[in-house]
């Protein structure tokens, strides 16, 4: 169980780029690094596209007025110059920005935490990996749902064979606020998500599907999609080429078959994010609207809901476990989870110390580059009209 005392030797002196008064995610970064205040320390910012703002921000939630920077060079080169200068940054800027940004941070000797889609190509991911390798740094993404320990649970259950073997893998992350064509107007979050440019070849299967690949792989690590069909759809025509609504069909290596449903036009439906795995002798079935259940199906038997926080879970689950029974957790616990794996993995870095590296179950550059995968191939198959794809064809291709 976690209480909050000190995991690394003294806080990380964490910076961040974006995030700022209007942005989505940004609170979210600041409460899962903040949370335990021995993690990390916020000391400095660009945090918005409008400096000004960005400042007026910055030192509105209490960095010091002279580390509100108006960007994020300005910012790299400023904290090199300082002995105490920042060690890590976190990126919370639209999808086109992250590679840039991230390769900025990386020639400045900094550790990367940044959003996802981590970037637009496998090539680019590539390339920033061989980066982070030369500079001794470590890149993590921040799939933010990723930190529940429910999902840990299922890992650890699917390990010990309580389900059997894994026949078909049921995922949906689907909400209807884009349902009318008037949600692209008002907000401008909204509007970058739909301009390839800025949101990369696709909207919802980048913008909600890659959350939801990453736990399927977490909870599955043993488990490789072969190939896959994708069919997509922009229903609000002006959002085309990219879609607001996708089927994809995938096969694993193991003869697994699974589905994945991603869509922001599920009209009327406020949160559909669901992970269903079926095995030859039971189910597992975990909903992020529900996130300290999950569900238990054995064939023939009566059905059981297993409850966060009780001592019959796996070790491993309740390692993460926060508040304990009787209390609720959710989302904010998840990205504390996260970020308190972040910096033990920086931790480990910075002293050589890969035999925690290897151990650690944590978003690294590793399921950066899996989620691009997933959107590459997903695109491929749907632009070519809903095709079967080989999921390492392409990539292969690049490494050779
Ligand atoms: P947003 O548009 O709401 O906010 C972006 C923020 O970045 C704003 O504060 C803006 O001023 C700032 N910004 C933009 N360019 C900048 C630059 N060059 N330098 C400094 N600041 C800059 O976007 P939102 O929804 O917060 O998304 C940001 C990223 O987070 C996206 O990649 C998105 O996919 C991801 N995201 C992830 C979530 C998760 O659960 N992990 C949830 C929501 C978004």
Not at 285 to 291: H, I, M, T, V
Not at 325 to 343: D, P, Q, T
């Amino acid at each position: 169980m976690l209480n909050g005392e000190k995991k690394i030797e003294r806080p990380l002196s964490w910076a961040m780029v974006g995030g700022g008064r209007h942005g989505q995610v940004g609170y979210k970064h600041r409460i899962g690094a903040l949370r335990d205040n021995t993690a990390f320390k916020l000391v400095a910012g660009a945090f918005d596209i409008d400096p000004e703002r960005g400042k007026d921000f910055g030192t509105n939630i209490g960095v010091e007025e002279n580390r509100c920077y108006p960007d994020y060079k300005t910012m790299f080169a400023k904290e090199a110059t300082r002995e105490d200068g920042i060690e890590v940054i976190s990126i919370a800027t639209p999808n086109g920005t992250h590679y840039e940004i991230c390769k900025a941070a990386l020639e400045a000797n900094l550790h990367v935490i940044c959003e996802k889609p981590l970037f637009f190509t496998s090539e680019e991911v590539l390339e920033i990996k061989e980066l982070a390798e030369q500079k001794g740094k470590i890149v993590g993404v921040t799939y933010g749902f990723s930190g529940n320990q429910m999902l840990l649970q299922m890992r650890a259950m699917i390990e010990k064979g309580d389900i059997g073997e894994i026949r078909v893998v049921d995922l949906q992350y689907t909400h209807g606020f884009n349902a009318t064509d008037d949600a692209d107007k008002f907000s401008e979050a909204q509007k970058w998500r739909v301009d390839p440019k800025i949101a990369g070849p696709s909207f919802v299967l980048g913008d909600l599907s890659t959350h939801t690949y990453y736990m399927s792989q977490l909870i599955m690590p043993h488990m490789k999609i072969k190939k896959l069909l994708c069919d997509r759809q922009s229903f609000i025509s002006s959002r085309a080429p990219l879609e607001d609504n996708a089927h994809v069909i995938m096969h694993y290596e193991n003869g697994a078959v699974g589905t994945m449903w991603t869509s922001s036009i599920n009209a009327g439906c406020m949160d559909g994010h669901r992970i269903r795995i079926v095995g030859s002798k039971a189910s597992l079935e975990w909903w992020d609207s529900n996130p300290g259940e999950l569900r238990y199906e054995v064939q023939g038997e009566p059905i059981q809901t297993l409850i966060r926080a009780m001592p019959y879970l796996d070790d491993m689950c309740n390692a993460d476990e926060r508040l304990g029974a009787l209390h609720v957790e959710g989302l904010s616990e998840s990205w504390a989870n996260i970020y308190l794996k972040f910096a033990i993995a920086i931790d480990a870095k910075n002293r050589g110390d890969e035999e925690t590296l290897s151990k650690l179950v944590y978003p690294d550059i590793n399921a950066g580059l899996e989620g691009v995968r997933w959107i590459e191939n997903c695109v491929r198959s749907a632009d070519k009209g809903a095709v079967w794809v080989d999921f390492d064809e392409v990539y292969e291709k690049i490494l050779s």
